[in-house]
Each structure stands twice: as structure tokens, then as C-alpha cells.
């Protein structure tokens, strides 16, 4: 029997609703439930492989960590100042993660024959790495006008959308914006935008 359109709108709904509630929890929920390991001190643990099947540490030395306050510095004027900040800051990442992870080639966007292979990244492993590094520029107070927030989800089939999940900042003013590294190529800046219009594509 074909669903309606109605019960399906509705369906989209709910689970919008379900996913912004989620963007409202701690970040560091995240990884318990996605097989990942949260940034300790100076650390991060770079998912790749796929849903994070393979972790590796990166460490950030006190050259790097100057590096990211500076680059998330050039955001203090505004929220809408420090989200193009926050790109640049998350491309950075990537490159410096690159050489150690292995993940220079990695390919942007929907890439399910590169599932498995080390240092390719799907939107799991994307979500939990901008998350990680937003984390460790956030435990230093390196961001004056957003907080992190925990990764959400979109897509569940029915509404014939596949499943994907975006790294999440909360504005000072309440809003939730979706940091998006999946769409990109290693070292691309994010897409950045507000959460309600990132719910609304289509992957």
C-alpha cells in the first residue's frame, strides 16, 4: 500500500524535529555511539575507513594550536565572521591530518566503492573529525560566538533521501548551524549553513 504524501511530510517532520533536538546535546555524546574517541589535551583521533572503522591520533603542538587561534581570531567581529572562520579552520585541519592519516586523497561526497579503504572518509567519519577539532579549539576558548554541538542525521529512506550527518555549531543567538565536510575533497573548506536549510537538501 503506498504511504501518503501527508503521512510522509509528517514523517520528515518528526525526524527533523528529533534531529534539531539532538543538535541541542552534548558533542561529546557523539562518539560513544559512532565508534569514535573524543579529543584528549592536545589530541584528536581522525576517523577514517568509514564510519570510523580506523582512528588515528593526531597530535597538535603548540605551533598548531597557535595556528588555530589565529586563523578562528579573524572571526571575533561577528557569528557571521567567525562561521567563515570556522571553514577556514576545519580546512587547515584536514591538510595538517592529511599527511599523518593518509587521507590527502580523500574524496569528497557520496564514494561507496572507496568503503574500507584507509583514509577515505564518509560523512560519519567527516561529522566526527570537525567535531573533534571544533572540540579542541572550543576546551581553549578559541570561539567567542558559537558553541559545539553533538552531530546530527538526515535521510531515512522513506523520504527518499540517504542517510547522512553533519558536524553541528550553536550561534550566541540560538541558531544551529551544520558544518558539512563531507561534500568537499580533503582540505575544501566546510559547508556552512544554517541547520534548518541543511535538514531541507537533498543528498
Known amino acids: 500500500m503506498k504511504r501518503s504524501s501527508g503521512a510522509i511530510a509528517l514523517a520528515g517532520l518528526l525526524l527533523a524535529a528529533a534531529c534539531a533536538g539532538q543538535a541541542a546535546g552534548p558533542a561529546r555524546s557523539w562518539y560513544a555511539a559512532h565508534d569514535g574517541v573524543a579529543p584528549r589535551a592536545d589530541r584528536i583521533y581522525v576517523c577514517h575507513a568509514f564510519g570510523c572503522a580506523r582512528k588515528t591520533a593526531v597530535s597538535y603542538s603548540g605551533k598548531d594550536l597557535a595556528m588555530l587561534r589565529r586563523i578562528l581570531a579573524k572571526g571575533r567581529a561577528s557569528p557571521a565572521a567567525e562561521r567563515k572562520a570556522i571553514a577556514e579552520a576545519v580546512a ?18 557520496f564514494d561507496l566503492h572507496n568503503s574500507g579503504v584507509p583514509g577515505q572518509m564518509d560523512c560519519i567519519d567527516e561529522a566526527t573529525n570537525t567535531t573533534s577539532v571544533l572540540l579542541l579549539a572550543a576546551d581553549r576558548k578559541y570561539l567567542a560566538h558559537h558553541t559545539v554541538s ?12 540517504y542517510p547522512h550527518a553533519t558536524a553541528v555549531v550553536r550561534s550566541s543567538d540560538g541558531s544551529a548551524y551544520a558544518v558539512d565536510s563531507w561534500p568537499e575533497a580533503n582540505g575544501k573548506k566546510p559547508i556552512v549553513q544554517p541547520l534548518d536549510a541543511w535538514f531541507a537538501e537533498r543528498s
Not at 92 to 101: D, F, L, M, N
Not at 150 to 161: E, N, Y
Request: aromatic share 10%.
Open 92 to 109: 587547515w585541519a584536514e591538510r595538517k591530518a592529511g599527511p599523518i592519516v593518509g587521507s590527502e586523497g580523500d574524496v569528497g561526497g
Open 150 to 161: 553533538r552531530p546530527v542525521a538526515r535521510g531515512f529512506f522513506l523520504d527518499g533521501r
